[in-house]
């Protein structure tokens, strides 16, 4: 599959939105293909940015969220809820979670922020 060429670059106002809300880690995928993070975001997980960018958004998440995580995905709109997330040395911890549904040249994509609980 064509992965669609966008960065968090590309959306300033809706990440400054949730920066204000204290929310720096940012994740933008597609169908949990994750197109770009921010150094943050490398910070929380432990994965440096070149590791997250081409993988699955589903490894930063604990086995016990993935439910609510997958449930999450399938709405349409914005959502913010709280799981447990998993770093790349295996440590959890919670998370406060906002994400958005954004569109890029006609494409659905989705903006993950996250600040540490």
Same mark, same amino acid.
């Given at each position: 599959m064509d992965w669609p060429k966008v960065t968090l670059e590309n959306f300033p106002n809706e990440c400054a939105l949730l920066q204000g809300e204290g929310l720096h880690g940012q994740i933008l995928h597609q169908?949990?293909?994750?197109?770009d993070a921010n150094?943050?975001?490398s910070d929380i997980t432990g &994965?440096?940015?070149d590791?997250?960018?081409g993988s699955k958004s589903w490894?930063? &998440?604990?086995?016990?969220?993935?439910?609510?995580?997958q449930e999450n995905m399938q709405t349409h709109g914005d959502v913010d809820y709280t799981i447990t997330a998993m770093s790349k040395s295996g440590e959890?911890?919670?998370v406060r979670l906002k994400v958005l549904q954004l569109e890029f040249d006609g494409?659905?994509?989705?903006?993950?922020?996250?600040?540490k609980l």
């Open positions: 169908d949990t293909h994750i197109l150094q943050s975001a &994965y440096s940015i590791e997250l960018i490894k930063l &998440y604990a086995p016990e969220s993935l439910i609510t995580m959890k911890f919670d494409e659905a994509v989705r903006l993950a922020a996250f600040k």
